[in-house]
């Protein structure tokens, strides 16, 4: 049976459901198909394991949150600046909590890789793989920082959607007013 890459995608986003609003213990094929509106065994028949479905989540996290092509580009033709490094972060911010679920989705996944080995392993890898394209990204740009201030923002991000997406500390300030806070106390002023 030929694999119809737009209902793998489907199956994944289900997936990503799925993991959402059941957490790692309700990710089951059954599931998936449930929540799809699917024949039983057709997530299955995409991914053939747990580890299978895992990893076409991931795949499926990083086709969901990736920038654009164009945005990208607009960004690779501005002058570099402070301003733009903290809109790009203000753009990643953005990305993570409109997609709301599938940023919880890569929660679930990431506290989960704490008790499965196997899982840290493929998570890693992309989470990574991720990084280094930020700090290429970063660098090519000639946006401000290096590899130790990309790092610190995405402890800091972590922090902040963790905080966005679940309970608040404070709900009425800007996440906007957040971003431009981290970029003024993180990254070095020229000459520091």
Not at 103 to 131: C, D, K, M, N
Not at 166 to 178: C, F, H, L, M, Q
């Amino acid at each position: 049976m030929a694999k119809n890459e737009e209902r793998r995608r489907m199956l994944a986003d289900a997936g990503l459901t799925v993991l959402a609003r059941e957490g790692s213990r309700g990710l089951t094929h059954r599931a998936v198909d449930l929540a799809a509106g699917v024949p039983t065994g057709t997530a299955s028949n995409y991914f053939r394991s747990r580890e299978a479905l895992i990893d076409g989540l991931v795949s499926r996290i990083g086709e969901r949150l990736a920038p654009t092509p164009d945005d990208l580009d607009r960004r690779g033709a501005e002058p570099p600046s402070r301003e733009l490094f903290a809109d790009y972060l203000r753009d990643i911010v953005r990305r993570l909590t409109t997609e709301r679920e599938v940023t919880i989705a890569l929660f679930e996944l990431r506290i989960e890789s704490s008790r499965r080995p196997e899982l840290a392993a493929v998570l890693g890898a992309w989470q990574r793989a991720g990084f280094e394209a930020d700090v290429a990204f970063n660098v090519g740009a000639g946006l401000p920082g290096g590899r130790r201030e990309v790092a610190l923002f995405h402890y800091a991000i972590d922090g902040l959607l963790l905080d966005r997406l679940t309970s608040p500390i404070d709900p009425d300030a800007s996440t906007d007013d957040i971003v431009d806070a981290l970029v003024a106390g993180l990254l070095p002023r020229d000459g520091d």
